[in-house]
């Protein structure tokens, strides 16, 4: 890590227009739990917080797209601004580079969406113990954030179209593939998130399921994450400066 | 850099002449815009990288229509039909979504990007004339995916029906109906991705402005309706231009919503969301043309 | 510039084991695209400017000296060490990249702070302010950088860029958006770090910044190097085009008639108050024109080699 690297990064990542779109995205999770809390119809207070609120519009949405965003920014938007070079011109060696602004798109993601995990689960699951759902999610998100993070970092590196390219990934492959094929779920980062989530509650397969097994989504999980982040290292070892850069 | 002590100054014929010919004019003007912007669509012209984005999504609205081809050739069964022609949108929303965060960027904001939007300003075109140009390049490019495929698996279905006569005779009405969905569907699309991508010139932005709009609305829709019933679930469907576009397609088709979905929960006539989506598509390009007449370049 | 100038040479002394900047047979390819065609030099203290058309492969190449491309073929080094993929080296490196992008949430100071800690400087503040000193913009250091002009964003770029005072600084076209006091400047800047034995390079398409400043150039003219060295050597090198000379002196009639029996003169031109004299060899004309001058008693004023500029150089290179 480097210390001024970070401090740069939350700068970039915190003064722009895009932390306050995303943190209007976080509220709707808290939006839509108060209108369960006062309009909705399911009597399961936990079967409605894992899958809907959880799994659907946390992991499914709010995380992804935080995630993209902060992930691509982080590094993806020093190429864009021909900035990089400042960073590269330097005696850091390059894993020292990325793994700053991993550890900053990676705080960013984590903490914008447990925030509104906890606040949207808390008003959701009223005061009824809540089988570890709310444990199982603030844990599972917080680790499905690095795992995003460091492939949108890695993303970043290899292609000037890293955005859009990882909003295919969220909702084509994970969203449209894992649903019709299943054998994808192993490439998945939402499956191993929400893999890791049901490990650490306590309820029935009938309230909330998952596609893998807790062990084997944490186990992915690892693996994504720290061959993505080498993958990343190497790839900016490598990186040349553009025709217009 | 001169070398001698007192100042010298000629002026050299480089043979530039005025051009004297016929101007082609703003109809002219606005048809190259068009057609350079549609090229630039599918990143035609331009560098292999801007290329892939754009078409492998296409290949993605296109391939249940491949899909339903391929296993009818091979299955041969005159009944198999996974896809009537009103359920396709419903495969590829996402897809058509994703084009229009990739692409209404780079229709759109590229030109302040690179400055040249000067240069367009300064030329016969009016400022509507380019906005109008722009919105019917984004809007024949999603034609791309919201009708030619659907047109191919229609034409495919039936040539390789064993009855081709008696197919075109008992469906040839699904055509036309082709025709005006897919129309209609890249219009709204069209109108509104672009509103949100002139609304800044970072593509950033504009890619995550226009999946908010598109994607993160029909979830909260979706998440809505499923959740809270009485006005709020039957109100969910207005909040998503997906269902809209839905309802839309079901009303052309003449066609019912599935029961139990958001949109059979709201029960309102199909011709209510015909309106709006016109109405939302006119609205939407004439906002962008307002905001383009007052753009400072 | 005059004949009888004479320029400020940084250093002489022995060269040293490992040159400072050394290429050797460096090609850059993009696809079927040569950018950079089998380029080899090494270049030691000093200013040397680095000079070619747009689209020559000055860029391409300065990017390869600074580490950021990898050659197709061939090897930079510097000090001896392989440049591409060698961090470590960026100790004694300072790049002024041609973007004038900077940090726009960062003021002038905090972006040189910036660069200082990311050297690992001991003292980041003190190498800053220090910095921001040599580059004179001290009165607008706590701006934003996002409202600099832009010769104000080149000059805290090269802050940045000294900050840790390297032995090396690659400036890709540094005078570009500086106002003529600002270029005066910034030249004066580069000529005190080249007298501290500094190496500098500096790419340029502007001729006149390149024949003030650079007491070397590199010539590239397609990808390929087209010459090196001295300027005014080069010239020299270059005896199968004539040189140009315009002296004025105190009878310029009698002066030509006695010039063109000397075998050193192709051809003599009268005008109305110089006379324009071309020779085929540079040196011996200019022993030759004082002695001839001597003989038939004539004073001269003034002897000036006109086409001496960079610019006569350059095009006569880019037309052979």
């Known amino acids: 890590m480097n210390r001024a690297i970070v401090e740069l990064t939350a700068r970039q990542l915190l003064g722009q227009r895009r932390s306050l779109l995303l943190v209007v995205f976080a509220l709707i999770p808290v939006g839509i739990a108060l209108l369960y809390r006062f309009e909705g119809q399911q009597p399961n207070h936990v079967q409605w917080t894992a899958n809907v609120l959880g799994a659907r519009l946390i992991v499914g949405t709010l995380l992804p797209i935080a995630a993209v965003i902060f992930g691509t920014a982080a590094l993806g938007s020093e190429f864009e601004d021909g900035t990089a070079v400042y960073l590269l011109s330097k005696p850091l060696s390059r894993s020292r580079v990325v793994l700053s602004k991993l550890l900053v798109a990676w705080l960013a993601t984590g903490a914008l969406v447990l925030a509104s995990v906890l606040v949207a689960g808390a008003i959701a699951i009223r005061d009824i113990p809540d089988q570890g759902v709310l444990l199982g999610f603030a844990v599972a998100v917080a680790a499905g954030s690095l795992a995003y993070c460091s492939v949108f970092v890695l993303l970043s590196i290899l ?7 990882g909003l295919i990934y969220v909702f084509i492959w994970e969203g449209l593939m894992t649903a019709l094929f299943s054998g994808t779920k192993v490439l998945s980062i939402r499956q191993y998130t929400i893999g890791v989530a049901k490990w650490l509650t306590t309820t029935s397969e009938r309230t909330f399921a998952a596609r893998l097994d807790g062990p084997e989504a944490l186990a992915l999980m690892v693996v994504m994450s720290i061959l993505a982040t080498w993958l990343a290292v190497r790839a900016l070892a490598r990186w040349e400066i553009g025709e217009s850069g | 850099m001169s070398q001698r002590d007192e100042p010298a100054g000629s002026i050299y014929d480089l043979g530039y002449r005025r051009y004297d010919g016929p101007r082609l004019g703003r109809r002219h003007a606005m048809l190259s815009l068009y057609l350079f912007s549609l090229r630039g669509a599918f990143g035609l012209g331009r560098r ?24 009818g050739a091979i299955v041969s069964s005159e009944h198999l039909h996974v896809i009537r022609p009103e359920n396709y949108f419903n495969f590829i929303q996402i897809a058509v979504a994703l084009f229009c965060a990739a692409v209404a960027p780079e229709v759109m904001g590229r030109d302040q990007r690179t400055r040249t939007l000067p240069l367009y300003f300064s030329r016969a075109l009016l400022r509507s004339d380019y906005v109008l140009g722009k919105l019917a390049a984004l809007w024949t490019a999603l034609l791309f995916l919201t009708f030619v495929p659907q047109a191919l698996l229609f034409l495919g279905n039936g040539m390789a029906s064993s009855n081709s006569t008696g197919y075109w005779r008992d469906n040839w009405m699904d055509f036309p109906r082709i025709v005006a969905s897919g129309a209609l569907v890249a219009a709204l699309f069209a109108s509104l991705s672009l509103l949100v991508a002139a609304q800044t010139a970072r593509r950033a932005y504009a890619t995550v402005s226009v999946i908010a709009l598109f994607v993160i609305s029909s979830v909260i829709s979706e998440v809505i309706s499923g959740t809270a019933g009485g006005v709020w ?7 998503t231009p997906f269902e809209v576009v839905r309802a839309t397609i079901l009303w052309v088709f003449q066609s019912n919503a599935e029961s139990g979905s958001a949109l059979a929960q709201a029960d ?9 989506l016109c109405a939302a598509t006119a609205i939407a390009a004439w906002l962008v043309v307002r905001r383009y007449e007052r753009i400072a370049v | 510039m005059t004949a009888t100038t004479e320029r400020e040479t940084a250093t002489a002394g022995a060269p040293a084991p490992a040159p400072a900047i050394e290429a050797v047979s460096v090609s850059r390819w993009y696809g079927n695209v040569v950018a950079v065609n089998d380029v080899s030099f090494a270049l030691g203290p000093g200013i040397t400017g680095l000079l070619g058309p747009n689209g020559a492969g000055k860029s391409t190449l300065l990017h390869m ?3 950021f491309l990898a050659p197709s073929a061939g090897s930079v080094r510097m000090f001896g060490e392989t440049i591409w993929k060698n961090e470590a080296l960026y100790r004694r490196i300072g790049l002024v990249p041609e973007r004038e992008a900077i940090y726009p949430f960062l003021t002038g100071y905090e972006f040189v702070l910036l660069s200082a800690r990311l050297h690992k400087l001991p003292d980041p503040e003190a190498a800053a302010a220090r910095a921001i000193r040599i580059v004179d913009m001290g009165s607008a250091q706590d701006r934003a950088a996002a409202g600099y002009s832009k010769g104000m964003k080149q000059r805290i770029k090269i802050a940045a860029a000294i900050v840790h005072d390297p032995e090396v600084l690659l400036l890709d076209e540094p005078f570009n958006g500086a106002d003529p006091r600002q270029r005066l400047h910034m030249m004066d800047m580069l000529r005190e770090m080249a007298a501290a034995g500094r190496t500098i ?3 340029s398409h502007i001729l006149e910044e390149v024949e003030r400043l650079a007491e070397n150039v590199l010539v590239v003219v397609s990808g390929r190097l087209a010459a090196s060295g001295d300027f005014r050597q080069i010239r020299k090198l270059m005896t199968d085009r004539p040189h140009t000379f315009t002296i004025r002196s105190s009878d310029d009639r009698r002066l030509a008639s006695a010039l063109v029996s000397d075998t050193a003169v192709f051809g003599v031109e009268l005008g109305s108050d110089r006379l324009t004299v071309r020779a085929a060899d540079f040196a011996a004309f200019a022993h030759a024109v ?3 001058a001597r003989g038939a008693g004539v004073s001269l004023f003034e002897v000036l080699p006109t ?12 037309k052979r």
């Open chain 1, 159 to 165: 292609t000037s179209r890293a955005l859009i390219t």
């Open chain 3, 65 to 67: 000296l600074a580490g």
């Open chain 2, 233 to 239: 679930g039957q109100a969910a469907v207005l909040l």
């Open chain 2, 268 to 276: 309102l006539p199909g011709y209510v969301f015909f309106a709006m």
């Open chain 3, 290 to 292: 004082a002695k001839v």
């Open chain 3, 201 to 203: 390079v500096f790419s």
């Open chain 3, 307 to 318: 086409d001496e500029s960079l610019e006569s150089v350059f095009s006569y290179l880019v």
């Open chain 2, 48 to 71: 292999t990288s801007s290329k892939i984005i754009p078409i492998a999504i296409a290949i993605i609205a296109a391939t249940p229509a491949v899909i339903q081809l391929g296993v």
